[in-house]
């Protein structure tokens, strides 16, 4: 194999380009700043030329060289001549420049006017919206199903996700409201005890979590559980083409896969929320006996008078909508991801980011109408 070689030959009209040698990956690529220089010295009229009688083999490293010395000597004019380079050589320069130019390239990738990026950004929002009316009534329509016995899913699936979701989160579930529970006694007392009103930390610890507190952690918990699980789940099935293997069949994955986890989700997080309401009292309990200095029995009374059934009906209501919408935010995400491994892992940070977002929206409203309404 001969080390690969290319140099300058002078002539009357111009400048000729002679290469030989081996010109392949494996060959180490030739000095070849003199010919450039030579290049640049041209001007306009002169002609560049090539002699390749000496070249054995060349590849894309041979063009590319080719190439960046052509670009200089277009900048001066000057004229080059191809015929002396081999047949699929002149073929594939010649298909180079047939394609767009690197300013028109340059051009399309320019910024787009900024009444243009907000047309872009509506068009989106709108479509996007669409697509989320259009899930939500297919999910309404498969619950519809479910309901009169009709829905096509494995029950040993359904029961599977119902442990999933209820079972298996009351670990997260009961450090996550024991400790909001003590963090609000602890906040409380501070205040209270100014005003020698502490035994009214048992109300405050008692309302704040059965009105909006233990449904809202339950819900960020289980956004970032089971919402981002439901999503990874359906991902991966979309990614494998499993989805596609059900709609082949003749079933629908909205009855098959989304419709069962909206209904697991949606049924646990009401008991959910009603443990999360006891574990927040045991650990308000907690700081006031030991902070405060009150007996068990008092903390107690104190936190059952207080309490009422509409408090605790109210806040096991939006536990069952922030079940909803945990549920339709990560399927809705997993049903909508790429076909890429990594496409998965986006679906699921986009399923808790909705589902939070949702999560928060829906407390705002409740705070509002339970506000109108007197509740």
């Known amino acids: 194999m001969k080390k690969p070689v290319i140099e300058a030959v002078g002539r009357p009209d111009g400048l000729t380009l002679r290469a030989a040698g081996t010109w392949d990956i494996e060959a180490e690529m030739p000095e070849y700043g003199g010919v450039r220089t030579a290049v640049a010295a041209l ?15 060349w590849d894309s490293g041979f063009l590319a060289l080719v190439q960046r010395l052509e670009a200089i000597a277009a900048d001066r004019g000057v004229e080059v001549d191809h015929s002396g380079l081999p047949e699929g050589a002149r073929r594939l320069l010649s298909l180079a420049e047939s394609s767009p130019s690197r300013e028109d390239a340059r051009r399309s990738t320019e910024r787009p006017p900024a009444v243009e990026r907000i047309g872009e950004a509506t068009l989106d929002a709108v479509s996007e919206a669409d697509r989320a009316v259009v899930f939500l009534g297919e999910t309404t329509r498969s619950l519809g199903r479910f309901a009169m ?3 096509r899913y494995r029950k040993r699936d359904l029961w599977l996700l119902v442990q999933q979701a209820g079972a298996g989160a009351l670990g997260i579930v009961s450090l996550v409201s024991f400790l909001l529970g003590a963090i609000l006694a602890f906040v409380g007392a501070v205040q209270l005890q100014q005003f020698g009103a502490t035994i009214f930390v048992a109300n405050l610890v008692g309302i704040a979590m059965a009105r909006d507190m233990g449904a809202l952690m339950t819900a960020i918990v289980m956004a970032g559980r089971s919402g981002a699980a439901y999503a990874a789940q359906l991902g991966s099935m979309k990614v494998n083409q499993e989805t596609d293997a059900l709609v082949t069949l003749g079933i629908s994955p909205v009855d098959f896969l989304v419709a069962p986890r909206v209904l697991a989700l949606s049924t646990m997080m009401p008991l959910l929320t009603l443990y999360a309401i006891l574990m927040g009292i045991a650990g308000g309990a907690l700081v006031a ?9 008092t903390y107690w009374n104190q936190t059952a008078g207080a309490l009422s059934i509409g408090d605790i009906a109210g806040g096991l ?10 549920a339709l935010s990560g399927c809705r995400e997993g049903m909508r991801c790429g076909g890429s491994a990594s496409a998965v892992g986006d679906a699921a940070t986009a399923a808790v980011v909705s589902s939070i977002v949702a999560i928060i929206s829906a407390a705002g409203v409740f705070a509002w109408v339970f506000y109108v309404l007197g509740i």
Do not use: C, Q
Not at 289 to 297: F, P
């Open 43 to 57: 001007g306009s009229g002169d002609v560049l030329g090539y002699d390749t009688t000496d070249l054995e083999t």
């Open 149 to 151: 016995g009709r829905g």
């Open 289 to 297: 006996t030991t902070m405060l200095d009150l007996s068990l029995t």
């Open 317 to 326: 209501f939006k536990a069952l909508v922030y079940g909803i919408l945990i």
